[in-house]
């Protein structure tokens, strides 16, 4: 290959050695030709086009590894762009795979270079490049006239000798139009060119040693990408991996259960242990609180079999809590937003989750640490205080903490008048979804895995979520029937990332029947609303 006007010779000097070095280690088991391009992406250490290091490059394959050429293509040619550092194959039918190099090797010396590869194969080193090179035609090279033109690395397959001349066999990186079909023979004593003085590298030792990278180290490099993750230490780095490692078992474990549901790795909480999961939501005793208005039960008999209210523009987008324990918050606004959209407006207005989360302290939430959206509506309707919008309130509670309260009275725009509790009967649930808007309600996320979920239809066991260990508010925007399985559509706060872009499905029609043999992880049990135009209800 040629590498054209990028000055990516480290890359190719490197990358074709190791692929030379594991065909050679492996018995031929290791056959491939891996990608210089790779390295020019991806290795940060060095320059890409402008140039790179041995030291550097080898370092690179020792911890990272490459791709192979038909993964990863070669693109930089022009010299005009290093290209995007990848974890998947520019053909997208094809899988993904790295190879790396467990225990590179150093020579000084011409004999130890020779020994070198002897066992292992080619080396890379790096010469002294002059303007006479470039007329190199054949026979043995030495330099005699012209301008240095820079050092440059290339590839050593072996030596011999022409009369009294002792030469390496060098592959150069210009293409098989030039030389003798890309190769040339440099005289070892061309102190010119110093051609191996400065030393070689290469990949020693078992072929077990140099072999692809783990389906877990490339499941880890897809996964940081897709979420950008950036880590402050190499030590919280090391944790994340090893946590994320031990969630790919469970997610395998989840998978192969079979609950209808399909389980991934590229889900936000991949690199969070289950007790970090488990520790943002609410707390496990729930706090009685008594409704403003008592609603009346609610005709069931011509409900439709679908229903949601994002096809009717009442649901702005799932948005993340972060490490923030305040799903009450989301949970809370979600539904007041769905309420302010049904009650005459139309209109879908985007309110603060951060304002209720530094402000609802009266009744008892607790910011990042605890709370509940009944708590949440009776501060509102006892304080007389209304939500400002998310552009005048920003969320920054990302990170877990929440602030002191920065309301401000003139740009409160939407006010509830009073809330309710809504049956635990699933279809009086159904029923007044359809009549008064997006639900709050919460359910019991501790269902192992629940972090992982990324489509279908959820049926957990009863013992994997049972009701009375509700722990996350959530939201209920919709039902439906797929496949002849019925399903809840409940909106959650873990951004669109998660799930099916941020929704859950969970079967519907289970909650609380003996002997079904899954259940509904105690979604009916808090179910509320606000009410904006209570007059239909009963004050009590």
Same mark, same amino acid.
């Given at each position: 290959?040629?590498?054209?006007?990028?000055?990516?010779?480290?890359?190719?000097?490197?990358?074709?050695?190791?692929?030379?070095?594991?065909?050679?280690?492996?018995?031929?088991?290791?056959?491939?030709?891996?990608?210089?391009?790779?390295?020019?992406?991806?290795?940060?250490?060095?320059?890409?086009?402008?140039?790179?290091?041995?030291?550097?490059?080898?370092?690179?394959?020792?911890?990272?590894?490459?791709?192979?050429?038909?993964?990863?293509?070669?693109? /930089?040619?022009?010299?005009?762009?290093?290209?995007?550092?990848?974890?998947?194959?520019?053909?997208?039918?094809?899988?993904?795979?790295?190879?790396?190099?467990?225990?590179?090797?150093?020579?000084?010396?011409?004999?130890?270079?020779?020994?070198?590869?002897?066992?292992?194969?080619?080396?890379?080193?790096? $010469?002294?490049?002059?303007?006479? %090179?470039?007329?190199?035609?054949?026979?043995?090279?030495?330099?005699?006239?012209?301008?240095?033109?820079?050092?440059?690395?290339?590839?050593?397959?072996?030596?011999?000798?022409?009369?009294?001349?002792?030469?390496?066999?060098?592959?150069?990186?210009?293409?098989?139009?030039?030389? $003798?079909?890309?190769?040339?023979?440099?005289?070892?004593?061309?102190?010119?060119?110093?051609?191996?003085?400065?030393?070689?590298?290469?990949?020693?030792?078992?072929?077990?040693?140099?072999?692809?990278?783990?389906?877990?180290? /490339?499941?880890?490099?897809?996964?940081?990408?897709?979420?950008?993750?950036?880590?402050?230490?190499?030590?919280?780095?090391?944790?994340?991996?090893?946590?994320?490692?031990?969630?790919?078992?469970?997610?395998?474990?989840?998978?192969?259960?079979?609950?209808?549901?399909?389980?991934?790795? %590229?889900?936000?909480?991949?690199?969070?242990?289950?007790?970090?999961?488990?520790?943002?939501?609410? /707390?496990?005793?729930?706090?009685?609180?008594?409704?403003?208005?008592?609603?009346?039960?609610?005709?069931?008999?011509?409900?439709?079999?679908?229903?949601?209210?994002?096809?009717?523009?009442?649901?702005?987008?799932?948005?993340?809590?972060?490490?923030?324990?305040?799903?009450?918050?989301?949970?809370?606004?979600?539904?007041?937003?769905?309420?302010?959209?049904?009650?005459?407006?139309?209109?879908?207005?985007?309110?603060?989750?951060?304002? %209720?989360?530094?402000?609802?302290?009266?009744?008892?939430?607790?910011?990042?640490?605890?709370?509940?959206?009944?708590?949440?509506?009776?501060?509102?309707?006892?304080?007389?205080?209304?939500?400002?919008?998310?552009?005048?309130?920003?969320?920054?509670? %990302?990170?877990?903490?929440?602030?002191?309260?920065?309301?401000?009275?003139?740009?409160?725009?939407?006010?509830?008048?009073?809330?309710?509790?809504?049956?635990?009967?699933?279809?009086?649930?159904?029923?007044?979804?359809?009549?008064?808007?997006?639900?709050?309600?919460?359910?019991?996320?501790?269902?192992?895995?629940?972090?992982?979920?990324?489509?279908?239809?959820?049926?957990?066991?009863?013992?994997?979520?049972?009701?009375?260990?509700?722990?996350?508010?959530?939201?209920?925007?919709?039902?439906?029937?797929?496949?002849?399985?019925?399903?809840?559509?409940?909106?959650?706060?873990?951004?669109?990332?998660?799930?099916?872009?941020?929704?859950?499905?969970?079967?519907?029609?289970?909650?609380?029947?003996?002997?079904?043999?899954?259940?509904?992880?105690?979604?009916?049990?808090?179910?509320?609303?606000?009410? $904006?135009?209570?007059?239909?209800?009963?004050?009590?």
């Amino acid at each position: 290959m040629t590498q054209g006007d990028c000055g990516g010779c480290w890359a190719f000097a490197a990358t074709e050695t190791l692929s030379d070095n594991l065909c050679i280690t492996s018995n031929g088991a290791i056959n491939v030709t891996l990608s210089a391009q790779d390295a020019i992406s991806c290795d940060s250490s060095d320059w890409g086009c402008n140039g790179g290091q041995p030291k550097n490059v080898w370092k690179f394959l020792s911890d990272t590894g490459v791709s192979t050429n038909d993964c990863t293509p070669y693109v /930089s040619g022009p010299g005009k762009t290093n290209g995007t550092c990848s974890s998947t194959c520019s053909s997208n039918s094809m899988p993904y795979k790295k190879y790396k190099c467990e225990h590179s090797n150093f020579y000084r010396g011409f004999d130890t270079i020779k020994q070198g590869i002897t066992q292992y194969g080619s080396v890379h080193t790096v $010469m002294l490049v002059w303007q006479d %090179l470039i007329q190199y035609k054949k026979g043995v090279y030495k330099h005699l006239e012209g301008n240095l033109m820079g050092p440059h690395s290339v590839k050593i397959i072996g030596w011999g000798k022409d009369k009294d001349v002792d030469y390496w066999i060098v592959q150069n990186s210009w293409g098989a139009s030039w030389g $003798m079909d890309g190769f040339f023979n440099i005289d070892m004593n061309d102190f010119g060119s110093s051609t191996g003085r400065g030393g070689a590298w290469n990949c020693g030792g078992s072929a077990a040693e140099a072999t692809q990278l783990s389906v877990k180290e /490339s499941k880890w490099r897809e996964f940081v990408d897709e979420f950008e993750r950036k880590f402050e230490t190499k030590a919280e780095e090391t944790l994340r991996r090893q946590i994320f490692y031990s969630n790919l078992e469970r997610i395998q474990s989840k998978q192969e259960a079979n609950d209808g549901a399909q389980y991934s790795f %590229l889900t936000p909480f991949a690199d969070w242990s289950k007790e970090e999961f488990q520790g943002m939501g609410l /707390s496990a005793k729930a706090r009685p609180a008594v409704a403003t208005h008592q609603l009346p039960l609610l005709d069931t008999s011509a409900l439709p079999e679908s229903f949601d209210w994002r096809e009717k523009g009442a649901v702005n987008t799932p948005v993340n809590q972060g490490k923030c324990g305040d799903c009450w918050a989301f949970s809370t606004i979600a539904n007041i937003e769905g309420v302010n959209f049904v009650s005459g407006s139309k209109k879908l207005v985007k309110l603060s989750e951060q304002q %209720l989360t530094d402000c609802s302290t009266a009744t008892g939430n607790e910011g990042c640490q605890d709370g509940y959206p009944s708590d949440a509506f009776r501060d509102m309707v006892q304080n007389k205080y209304g939500l400002m919008s998310e552009t005048d309130y920003p969320f920054t509670s %990302l990170m877990g903490k929440s602030g002191a309260c920065q309301a401000v009275p003139a740009k409160e725009s939407v006010f509830i008048k009073g809330w309710t509790n809504i049956s635990s009967d699933e279809d009086q649930i159904a029923a007044a979804l359809v009549k008064y808007g997006v639900l709050s309600m919460a359910i019991n996320a501790g269902v192992d895995g629940m972090e992982f979920y990324k489509s279908g239809i959820s049926t957990p066991k009863e013992f994997e979520c049972p009701a009375a260990r509700i722990n996350h508010a959530v939201n209920m925007v919709g039902f439906g029937v797929e496949d002849g399985k019925k399903y809840w559509v409940v909106r959650n706060s873990y951004g669109p990332k998660w799930g099916e872009e941020g929704y859950y499905r969970i079967a519907r029609g289970a909650c609380g029947v003996p002997n079904k043999n899954y259940q509904c992880c105690g979604l009916n049990t808090m179910v509320t609303t606000a009410l $904006m135009d209570p007059s239909e209800s009963i004050i009590v």
